[in-house]
């Protein structure tokens, strides 16, 4: 069974679904996707724990992180591709 919890914050990304994990792979990544979570350097932040600094750089909660690779394949979350 999987789940993701934010590296930064804790959160649940099962936190507001009827479901408390999963157990494809896939479907967990579109959920996360589905809630504009990032996956950076190996680790998993929720939309309230990262935002996009002016050099299209994500910031979380103070630290910038120059490597952005988007969860699942819906949605690439960047800025520049919008």
Request: glycine share 4%.
């Amino acid at each position: 069974m999987f789940t993701l919890v934010c590296d930064n914050c804790g959160k649940d990304v099962n936190e507001d679904t009827d479901f408390s994990c999963w157990n494809d792979k896939g479907v967990l990544k579109e959920l996360a996707d589905d809630q504009c979570w990032v996956e950076v350097e190996d680790k998993h932040y929720c939309h309230d724990c990262y935002i996009y600094d002016e050099n299209d750089e994500i910031l979380v909660r103070g630290i910038i992180i120059n490597s952005i690779t988007p969860i699942g394949e819906a949605k690439k979350i960047n800025k520049t591709n919008e």
